[in-house]
């Protein structure tokens, strides 16, 4: 494969997630750096990916990719925008031979480009030699213990610190806020639901929200419904897969859809065997939890009870 269609790929599934609006190439990410092949950012200017790129090359191309990667990593931290972007090196999945004799440096994610034009994203584990393949669907992001209500609720709560905070503002303020409304909420709960709002573009590095998150706050205060049909938009990807899930252990099994038996781990088992490898943040029983609640949430699904370590679905057909 040339390089110049991993980039083409690449770009395609960056393009592909919600919280990136601009895709650059070639650019410097500081004055007088290296250039990437690609810089993916959101609408507030932030950087959630540098991203360099190789084709089929030899042991060589592939080092000095690598170490390209790894002056990236270097820079990011000179400019504000970057300090948290993930920085990938890009290069088809014939390589993967040639990667596992490498040390990968910390800070530097491989994605490996199949021949459809799918990301890869590959681990290879030190002093092994084995290696992990999972595969990244488009429009997946980190997810896991997060609620609909909640990102609601958290929205809500920054717009209003804003109001009176410049600068920054502390996640205990707004946990604080959002306890107000939500007062069993964990720890780790508004933490995972700023990484997600963070990682859709809806507030910034400051804890603040961006173009999107005022646009999403204005569709709570006229048309809160609207606000969940464009929430439910940005989960799809997870949600149909999820669901897909559920009907095809019914089909298996021989139960009607309004009384499916099944563990989570059932579940990740046969999105697995349908892909026919792991697929990110769908490989996990806890983030195949939080689907199976937002599902609940937006009336698509009915958890009915429990029988011994299984949950019993109802799959609403309406919603269908």
């Known amino acids: 494969m040339e390089e110049s269609k991993v980039v083409q790929f690449v ?53 000095g990719g690598i170490g390209q990667a790894y002056q990236y990593n270097y820079q990011k931290q000179f400019n504000k925008n970057a300090t948290n972007a993930e920085v990938w090196f890009a290069c088809p999945e014939d390589r993967i031979k040639i990667l596992s004799m490498f040390e990968i440096p910390k800070g530097i994610r491989i994605v490996l480009v199949k021949n459809n034009g799918s990301i890869v994203h590959y681990t290879h584990r030190k002093f092994s030699k084995t290696s992990i393949s999972e595969l990244q669907l488009p429009g997946t992001f980190y997810i896991e213990g997060i609620r609909l209500d909640v990102i609601k609720e958290t929205i809500i709560s920054i717009k209003f610190l804003s109001q009176n905070i410049t600068g920054k503002i502390n ?137 011994k370590n299984k949950l019993i679905y109802c799959v609403n057909k309406i919603v269908l």
Request: aromatic share 6%; hydrophobic share 35%.
């Open 11 to 63: 770009k395609a599934h960056l393009q592909s997630l919600p919280q990136i609006s601009k895709i650059s190439t070639n650019q410097q990410i500081i004055p007088s750096g290296c250039e990437a092949d690609i810089i993916a950012e959101s609408t507030s200017g932030k950087i959630f990916y540098i991203v360099e790129c190789k084709g089929s090359g030899n042991h060589g191309d592939i080092a």
């Open 171 to 307: 996640r205990a303020l707004i946990k604080n806020e959002v306890n107000k409304k939500c007062p069993r909420l964990s720890a780790s709960a508004h933490r995972n639901t700023l990484i997600t709002l963070s990682s859709l573009g809806i507030i910034d590095s400051n804890n603040r929200l961006t173009p999107e998150g005022y646009r999403l706050y204005g569709l709570i205060e006229s048309t809160p419904s609207l606000f969940f049909k464009e929430m439910i938009k940005i989960f799809d990807p997870f949600s149909i897969n999820v669901l897909n899930a559920l009907l095809l252990i019914a089909k298996m099994n021989k139960q009607p859809i309004d009384n499916i038996t099944c563990s989570n781990k059932e579940i990740c088992n046969i999105i697995t065997k349908f892909y026919g490898i792991e697929i990110r943040y769908l490989n996990n029983t806890r983030r195949v939890n939080t689907i199976l609640h937002i599902l609940e949430e937006i009336g698509a699904i009915a958890i009915t009870k429990k029988s």
